[in-house]
């Protein structure tokens, strides 16, 4: 399905030979529009071969993130790793991984005798990594785009134009978008240096959860996974994995238990999960307090006016 | 023949003065979004578009308008148009125009705005909708000024431009077909999800843009002495009513599918267009108006009698025009936005600012199409005295 | 006047108006003074630079470009250079180690140079470097 309509939008372009083919026909034909140095020096071709048909994917158990300091020491994490900028006007904030109501997220779960505390369970939310996501079917610049080599949906703050055509086709609400230079909100040491070296945004660029693709592609797994190993308890809130690998833990997880995604029937085939507790007390018992578990406020930085 | 644009009267340079001041306050207020952000705007991280974009989408209708001029006297040889189809084709200039200056003033990042043809996405609709806007405009510069030259040689227009004169009939369509599936193809705003939108776009858009028309040859005709035709109006205003006619029957028809079948996503967006969802109702009373004025506009229009009497067309086609730029100019994005995937309704109002860049270039196009129609007067002058 | 000579007057003013740069620069007789740039830091397992200084000052732009998106895009981070060395291509990670002083080192030669690179309005600059603090070049 997915692939013939993919077929048939590509069939679409290639018929439609206008001024915009003209354009990248010439820039490939034009002499020395390959690599500066490309008789003397390149990009290695030692590099770790990307394994086929890898899909990232992550579980969140949402009984384990019920508890306030797991989603606060994720969204922390988070903010810190990727040098979140804290916007205090609601309509403004950029947000990679945050909380939400259950009732809000699994809208078509819940019924009318669900009982307000299942409601309101705060749950994490973040980019879903779509198997075939309609924000890069929008993007008029390719500024957002599907790694082939492990699924994950990528950013490209360099070519991103700010058109927002992504923010509306997401179904998540999983995008960003940077109303203002975010640098002065961004969390900084005492010498007014950020705390990560990853790069802050501009202003007028999408933004969203990459699923630590910096940390991925050095051997490293994304940093909210990697800071949950540090709170007690809190083994398995979190798990990180390549889903098209059986043996991995995210597979094994999916094999035994019943996971829910987000708004299945649209067709995106969301890549983030959500194991759901077996009985409904435990979303109900949930502290309802405290939903609004966005960027807690962090003792050790302070933000700059 | 260029030249022409800078002789006038004070009338005419007070008009210029008028859209160069507004193209001024504008400007600085562009500049002050340039240089802060978007964050002078209303939109938010909820409702992502706001008025520059809705403003883009309703006049795209009003630039593919000129095929309803076009299509009657090219392919009908319906000769009454033969005046107004030229003012017409300038009315497409200016349009298209100001659609491009909107989706420019609403980048994030504008200075990277050539993005889009360096890195062409064939599946991403923005590309297509900059092709075809471009192209449009692009047929109908040449299209108006080889008519308007021919015109003052006393000759027949070139033959080879006949082909394009047919070509941009189908493209005028298409260039608001491609500007509803920028929205009618996200799985993620149920109320833009819609087959019905193209063809709604469509028919909004033939009663606005030769509703315009009308107050337009008018005006030309009282303060530049130049007289289109009774007959050519009164087939404007017949245009005016059929379009119309069809556009208040698609809504109806979208409407249905969406309260009838109850499902909350489809619904919830007209009952915060009608009622206000979540005690937030800020389109409310744009909505009531702009029904209400689409209701009495279209009774009117129907009857021919009042039709018919000039002074009257004038306010019905006032009325038409209101009401559609309220239902495609002003609900019809925010909507979509409403509420969010994640259940939530954020509102959104423009700011000052945002109001002053919409202004500065609503003038801009004032300004061409001022321009561009004192060249079509001189030269009718001209030709008359000859 | 006639419009003829009113649109050559119009034409000769903008011809003279656009040329600005040019006739300025003839006007101007002293040679601006080259910027002093600092020179690079040792730091430990160096060699000098990835390439030599008379190509990177003609190419770092297009380098930095071709890394920026093989490593974004690509998700490939190691460059090999003309000599055979292996780099990992990152503008704070392999460039500042040694170049560490941004402000004597870019800001001062791209004043000189008139070019504003938006680089630092996102890249964080390493401890020890300067920069001019996310003060953004419009």
Redesign the interface.
């Known amino acids: 399905m997915n692939e013939t309509r993919?077929g048939f939008?590509?069939a679409?372009?290639?018929t439609?030979v206008?001024?915009?083919?003209g354009?990248?026909l010439l820039?490939a034909l034009r002499p020395g529009s390959g690599?500066?140095?490309a008789q003397?020096?390149?990009?290695?071709e030692?590099?770790p071969a990307?394994v086929p048909g890898r899909q990232w994917a992550m579980v969140v158990d949402v009984e384990k993130c019920l508890r306030d300091d797991v989603r606060a020491a994720v969204i922390e994490a988070c903010d810190r790793e990727h040098?979140i900028p804290r916007i205090p006007d609601?309509?403004?904030?950029v947000?990679w991984v945050w909380s939400?109501e259950y009732?809000?997220?699994f809208?078509d779960q819940i019924n009318a005798h669900t009982p307000a505390a299942a409601r309101e369970a705060p749950v994490l939310?973040m980019c879903n990594h779509c198997t075939d996501p309609?924000c890069i079917?929008?993007?008029?610049?390719?500024?957002t785009?599907k790694?082939e080599?492990d699924g994950i949906v990528?950013m490209?703050?360099?070519?991103?134009?700010?058109?927002?055509?992504c923010?509306?086709?997401?179904?998540?609400?999983s995008r960003?978008?940077?109303?203002?230079?975010p640098?002065?909100y961004v969390e900084h040491d005492e010498?007014?240096?950020?705390l990560?070296?990853?790069?802050?945004?501009?202003?007028?660029?999408?933004e969203k959860c990459t699923f630590c693709?910096e940390r991925i592609?050095?051997g490293g797994e994304p940093a909210c996974v990697e800071a949950l190993r540090q709170v007690p308890g809190a083994e398995g809130a979190l798990v990180f994995g390549d889903v098209n690998d059986p043996e991995s833990e995210v597979s094994r997880i999916l094999s035994e238990h019943l996971v829910m995604e987000r708004?299945p029937t649209?067709?995106?085939g969301p890549n983030v999960y959500y194991l759901v507790p077996d009985a409904l007390p435990a979303l109900a018992a949930a502290p309802s307090a405290g939903v609004d578990g966005n960027h807690p406020v962090s003792e050790r930085g302070e933000v700059a006016p | 023949m260029i030249q022409n644009v800078l002789h006038g009267g004070r009338r005419y340079w007070g008009l210029l003065a008028f859209w160069g001041v507004l193209i001024l306050i504008g400007g600085l207020a562009y500049s002050h979004q340039f240089a802060v952000g978007l964050q002078v705007t209303g939109m938010s991280r909820d409702v992502s578009w706001g008025l520059y974009i809705a403003q883009f989408t309703f006049m795209v209708g009003v630039a593919a308008s000129a095929v309803m001029v076009v299509l009657p006297y090219y392919l009908h040889d319906h000769k009454a148009f033969g005046k107004t189809v030229i003012l017409g084709e300038f009315l497409a200039v200016s349009s298209v125009l100001v659609c491009m200056l909107f989706i420019f003033v609403d980048m994030g990042q504008p200075r990277r705005v050539m993005n889009v043809v360096l890195h062409p996405q064939f599946h991403s609709l923005m590309f297509w909708d900059f092709m075809s806007l471009s192209g449009y405009l692009l047929l109908n510069l040449v299209i108006g000024f080889l008519a308007i030259e021919a015109e003052r040689k006393g000759t027949p227009p070139p033959r080879w431009v006949r082909p394009f004169i047919y070509l941009s009939i189908p493209w005028a369509v298409s260039i608001h077909t491609v500007t509803a599936f920028l929205y009618s193809g996200l799985s993620a705003r149920p109320f833009w999800m819609t087959a019905i939108l193209a063809p709604r776009f469509l028919a909004s858009a033939f009663a606005a843009g030769p509703s315009l028309l009308i107050v337009l040859a008018l005006l030309v005709r009282r303060f530049g002495g130049f007289d289109v035709g009774a007959r050519a109006i009164r087939s404007l205003g017949t245009i005016v009513t059929y379009a119309m006619a069809v556009n208040v029957f698609f809504v109806l028809v979208e409407s249905f599918t969406a309260i009838y079948s109850g499902i909350p996503h489809d619904e919830e967006a007209f009952r915060y267009l009608f009622m206000g969802l979540d005690g937030h109702a800020a389109l409310r009373p744009w909505t009531w108006v702009g029904d209400a004025l689409a209701v009495v506009s279209l009774t009117g229009l129907l009857i021919p009698k009042i039709r018919h009497q000039e002074r009257w067309l004038v306010l019905l086609c006032g009325g038409v025009f209101a009401s559609l730029w309220i239902e495609k100019g002003l609900a019809l994005v925010v909507t979509g936005f409403i509420p969010s995937p994640l259940g939530i309704v954020t509102e959104y109002a423009p700011t000052a600012p945002e109001i002053a860049i919409t202004l500065g270039v609503y003038a801009l196009g004032g300004l061409v199409l001022t321009a561009l129609y004192k060249l079509v007067l001189n030269v009718r002058e001209k030709t008359q005295l000859a | 006047m006639t419009s003829r000579s009113r649109i050559a007057l119009g034409l000769g003013v903008f011809f003279l108006l656009g040329a600005y740069p040019v006739w300025n620069g003839l006007a101007s007789s002293a040679d601006p003074e080259r910027p002093e740039l600092a020179r690079a830091v040792d730091s430990a397992g160096a060699t000098g630079c990835i390439e030599d200084t008379t190509w990177m000052k003609a190419n770092h732009q297009k380098l930095l470009n071709e890394w920026r998106t093989s490593v974004v895009r690509d998700g490939q981070r190691t460059w090999v250079s003309s000599t055979g060395t292996s780099w990992d291509m990152s503008l704070t990670g392999t460039c500042l180690k040694c170049h560490a002083n941004t402000e004597t080192f870019c800001t001062r030669c791209h004043d000189y140079a008139d070019v504003q690179p938006t680089c630092w309005n996102c890249h964080v600059v390493p401890e020890g470097g300067q920069s001019e603090g996310g003060q953004s070049h419009e």
């Open positions: 993919r939008l590509k679409l372009g290639l439609t206008g001024t915009g083919l354009i990248p820039r690599t500066v140095l003397v020096s390149g990009p290695a030692t590099a990307a040098n609601p309509k403004q904030e947000k939400d009732g809000d997220i809208a939310v309609p079917r929008v993007c008029p610049t390719g500024a785009w790694r080599k990528m490209d703050m360099h070519r991103c134009i700010g058109c927002r055509y923010m509306a086709a997401c179904p998540f609400g960003s978008f940077n109303w203002r230079d640098r002065p010498n007014g240096k950020p990560s070296d990853f790069p802050t945004r501009m202003k007028g660029v999408v693709a592609d050095e708004r649209l067709g995106t």
